[in-house]
């Protein structure tokens, strides 16, 4: 069964400081991965995504990495400012069939909160 | 900056009342979706709508909920006769281009409480 865990499920830090969050999955083949950000009672807005073929993408001070061997992915949050407090979703795309949305399989979340 | 937009932003309904929820979509995009998402769960996928019919939907897409596209801008999620269970964040999504390759916008979500 396709899975995709998210760790930690929550988190605690100082503005200013980093962090990493981990996403694991076992959908195979799989097309791409995305990494989203959302705030409490919003919308998921996308941050990456990634194909199996990219190892690195960055968006401002969020960046993702990928290790499709291992399938692993990561989200280094840099810097991070009070405004980074959300929760951050991973989500696996397969290769496609269709427009196959219900494919998508999505992590339970990492929820951060940036202290000042 | 196009967006996904989705009314009510928020709904209160009876137990076995029907519901229909409504989503703009962005203008040039083709692929339509419903996802929800119940308190402190994971989202889950509802159906995706492409060339006017459902392309994919999953279990919990039962008989009680519909689709509809009834003008060239609104797509709408209807649920017949709502369950308490159905209460739950209602995201509807869309993508110019099918879910492998097409980034996926997310619409701010309906929040239905079934009472």
């Known amino acids: 069964k396709n899975q995709v865990e998210q760790s930690p499920q929550s988190l605690i830090i100082l503005e200013g400081k980093n962090c990493t969050l981990q996403?694991?999955?076992?959908?195979?083949?799989?097309?791409?991965l995305r990494w989203y950000k959302q705030d409490t009672g919003r919308g998921p807005v996308s941050l990456t995504i990634?194909?199996?073929?990219?190892n690195t993408k960055s968006n401002g001070r969020y960046t993702a990495t990928l290790d499709a061997d291992t399938k692993q992915s990561s989200l280094h949050i840099t810097a991070s400012q009070l405004s980074d407090s959300a929760s951050y979703i991973c989500?696996?795309?397969?290769?496609?069939?269709?427009?196959?949305?219900?494919?998508?399989?999505f992590g339970g979340g990492t929820r951060v909160l940036v202290k000042p | 900056e196009p967006e996904v937009t989705q009314t009510p932003s928020h709904q209160v309904t009876q137990m076995g009342q029907e519901v229909i929820l409504r989503c703009v979509p962005i203008?040039?995009?083709?692929?339509f979706y419903w996802y929800r998402q119940i308190l402190g769960q994971k989202v889950e996928f509802l159906v995706s709508?492409?060339?006017?019919?459902?392309?994919?939907k999953s279990e919990i897409f039962d008989d009680q909920f519909s689709v509809e596209r009834p003008d060239g801008s609104n797509f709408t999620l209807k649920i017949r006769s709502t369950k308490l269970e159905d209460s739950a964040m209602y995201f509807c999504?869309?993508?110019?281009?099918?879910?492998?390759?097409?980034?996926?916008?997310f619409g701010e979500g309906s929040r239905l409480t079934v009472l």
């Open positions: 990634m194909t199996f073929s990219e």
């Open positions: 203008s040039n995009h083709l692929y």
């Open positions: 996403c694991n999955y076992t959908v195979s083949p799989f097309s791409n």
């Open positions: 989500v696996v795309s397969p290769v496609k069939i269709k427009a196959a949305g219900n494919k998508l399989t």
């Open positions: 709508f492409y060339n006017n019919e459902i392309s994919e």
């Open positions: 999504a869309s993508s110019e281009n099918s879910i492998d390759t097409g980034e996926l916008f």
